[in-house]
T-cell receptor
Framework: DSGVTQTPKHLITATGQRVTLRCSPRSGDLSVYWYQQSLDQGLQFLIQYYNGEERAKGNILERFSAQQFPDLHSELNLSSLELGDSALYFC?????????????FGPGTRLTVT | DQQVKQNSPSLSVQEGRISILNCDYTNSMFDYFLWYKKYPAEGPTFLISISSIKDKNEDGRFTVFLNKSAKHLSLHIVPSQPGDSAVYFCAASADSGYALNFGKGTSLLVTP
């Protein structure tokens, strides 16, 4: 158990819909990362927050947004969903803001768009 | 554009032998490299890392080698155990920055 929790574990929704994925980081970790793992793809970095502020952005679509709240939990919002958005979405947390800090991953949320 | 490449999708090794997982990268700005291990239905877990100022880092049965001139790193597992069967991801970051660039992973199967 990494100490990072993600809800829900599974999500099935239709095209055009909007969903919210939630992540609670390990106690004491200030940084939250979101990654997407599609079929046949490695983990693609989406976005990072550090202590409530956006720190880095990767290949995140404009239809996706995220935020980190004062209690440090984070939410990833996916809207106007398309079939290609079906993937595993991982959240990771670390104590510091740079990549040299070990990232602890949650179990992921599997999103299926039908 | 895949900047971190793991060209072997799978690898099968006998228990007790050495497992060698390879990773190539294209971005010369990468200066920090990591290996993560992932079991089914779980998130990746950190295994070992190496900074570009080193060419080798060892942690128990796991050793990572870095060849900067070839833009290549490898993970050696000796001796391999059935519990090592998992997907291994290579990752890299630039200027000790914020984002990790991951490869697509290599599925290792260690057979008894």
């Amino acid at each position: 158990d990494s100490g990072v929790t993600q809800t829900p574990k599974h999500l099935i929704t239709a095209t055009g819909q909007r969903v919210t994925l939630r992540c609670s980081p390990r106690s004491g970790d200030l940084s939250v990362y979101w990654y997407q793992q599609s079929l046949d793809q490695g983990l693609q970095f989406l976005i990072q927050y550090y202590n409530g502020e956006e720190r880095a952005k990767g290949n995140i679509l404009e239809r996706f947004s995220a935020q980190q709240f004062p209690d440090l939990h984070s939410e990833l919002n996916l809207s106007s969903l398309e079939l290609g958005d079906s993937a595993l979405y991982f959240c990771a947390s670390s104590v510091g803001g740079s990549a040299t800090y070990e990232q602890y991953f949650g179990p992921g949320t599997r999103l299926t768009v039908t | 554009d895949q900047q971190v490449k793991q060209n072997s999708p799978s690898l099968s090794v006998q228990e007790g032998r050495i497992s060698i997982l390879n990773c190539d990268y294209t971005n010369s700005m990468f200066d920090y490299f990591l290996w993560y291990k992932k079991y089914p239905a779980e998130g990746p877990t950190f295994l070992i890392s190496i900074s570009s100022i080193k060419d080798k880092n060892e942690d128990g049965r796991f050793t990572v080698f870095l060849n900067k001139s070839a833009k290549h790193l490898s993970l050696h597992i000796v001796p391999s155990q059935p519990g090592d069967s998992a997907v291994y991801f290579c990752a890299a970051s630039a200027d000790s920055g914020y984002a990790l660039n991951f490869g697509k992973g290599t599925s290792l199967l260690v057979t008894p």
